[in-house]
C-alpha cells in the first residue's frame, strides 16, 4: 500500500498542489457524473489534512499554504521547514520534541518524510527519539527510505537509528524502499554491526 501511494506521488513530477487538486477533482467529478449526476466542488478553505498510508506519509496534496498562520501546529511549521521556529518552541520548552500527531508521528517522522536535513539535524540535536515509531511501527529510518532521502538515511544511521526495527507489517526500513543505493546503504551497515 505505502509504496503504491509513494510512486502515485511521484509520478506528479513537479506539477503543483493546486493543479494535482484540479485533476483529482476533474477525474471525481466525472465518475461522480457516471453514477449519480453533479457534483459540487468542496470549499478548499477547511480541506481536510492528509493521512499516513500505514508507513511514511509523503503526499505533496498537503497544502501548507492555505493554513493561516494564527492555525498553524508545531507540525506546519516543521512540514514548511521552519527551523527557526521549531527550534525555538523546543528551546524554550513549548513543545517536547518527541511530541506526536494524531497518527503518532513525531516532528523527526515529519522532517524525513519531507526531506529537511538541516531540520533533522536540529531535532538530533535536541534529543528526539531516533527510534520513535509511530502508529504503524515506522522509525523515521523507514520515512527516510520509503521517500527516498539517502543523505537523512546516512545521518540517522550515523546517529545511531536501529535499521532493524520493523513496522506492523514486519517491514524493514531496507524493505520500504526502491532505492538500490539506500538498501544495500542499509544492509551493509546492518552487516557491520551484526
Keep these: 500500500e505505502g509504496q ?96 506526536k500527531d494524531e497518527e503518532g508521528r513525531a516532528l523527526l517522522h515529519w522532517a524525513c518524510d519531507r526531506g529537511h536535513k538541516d531540520l533533522v539535524s536540529v531535532l538530533l540535536q535536541n534529543n528526539a527519539d531516533i527510534n520513535s515509531q509511530d502508529d504503524e511501527g515506522q522509525t523515521a529510518l523507514h520515512y527516510a527510505s520509503a521517500c527516498e532521502f539517502p543523505d537523512i538515511v546516512e545521518l540517522l544511521l550515523r546517529a545511531g537509528a536501529d535499521p532493524s526495527i520493523k513496522d506492523q507489517e514486519g517491514s524493514l526500513p531496507e524493505e520500504v524502499t526502491e532505492s538500490s543505493d539506500i538498501s544495500s546503504m542499509l544492509c551493509e551497515y546492518s552487516a557491520s554491526k551484526g
Excluded at 497544502?63 to 521549531?86: A, G, L, P, S, T
Design 4 to 99: 503504491r501511494k509513494w510512486q502515485a506521488w511521484k509520478q506528479l513530477g513537479d506539477m503543483s498542489a493546486e493543479q494535482a487538486c484540479r485533476n483529482i477533482f476533474s477525474h471525481v467529478k466525472s465518475a461522480a457524473l457516471l453514477c449519480s449526476g453533479p457534483l459540487q466542488q468542496p470549499d478548499r478553505r477547511g480541506a481536510d489534512r492528509r493521512t499516513g498510508f500505514g508507513g511514511a506519509a509523503v503526499s505533496s496534496l498537503y497544502q501548507e499554504e492555505m493554513i493561516r498562520e494564527e492555525d498553524k501546529n508545531i507540525f506546519d511549521y516543521c512540514r514548511e521547514n521552519n527551523i527557526e521556529h521549531v527550534t525555538k518552541a523546543i528551546e524554550s520548552k513549548k513543545v517536547d520534541v518527541n511530541t
